[in-house]
Nanobody
Framework: QVQLVECGGGLVQAGDSLRLSCAAS????????MGWFRQAPGKEREFVGA????????VYSESLKDRFTVSRDNAKNMVHLQMISLKPGDTAVYYC????????????????WGQGTQVTVSS
């Protein structure tokens, strides 16, 4: 029912900032919380952060909360991930996902997924 498309990834240098965006079909605020996950080669898919349907609440991975911020613009059916002080360890494919829960922190809680966008951070 929901299609998600991520954009904004690319190659950046350590210490740089980058904002990822996710465009969703239809309205997402009435039914879906939105989350960001990432997956590096050989690693499990990792929770990054999530935002509630209206954007009033957020939750983050403890290891990333000081550098990453999730926001949403429901009028445009978009969600964003602002990343600052990027490190080589942040290199991964980043995925946007829609959840039927308010602030899901695990992948099985998400019903719809985007195709992912690659973020590469050079040292």
């Amino acid at each position: 029912q929901v299609q998600l498309v991520e954009c904004g990834g690319g190659l950046v240098q350590a210490g740089d900032s980058l904002r990822l965006s996710c465009a969703a079909s239809g309205r997402i605020d009435s039914n879906y919380g939105m989350g960001w996950f990432r997956q590096a080669p050989g690693k499990e898919r990792e929770f990054v952060g999530a935002i509630s349907r209206t954007g009033s609440s957020t939750v983050y991975s403890e290891s990333l909360k000081d550098r990453f911020t999730v926001s949403r613009d429901n009028a445009k059916n978009m969600v964003h991930l602002q990343m600052i002080s990027l490190k080589p360890g942040d290199t991964a494919v980043y995925y946007c996902a829609a959840s039927l829960t308010m602030l899901g922190v695990s992948a099985p809680e998400y019903k719809y997924w985007g195709q992912g966008t690659q973020v590469t951070v050079s040292s």
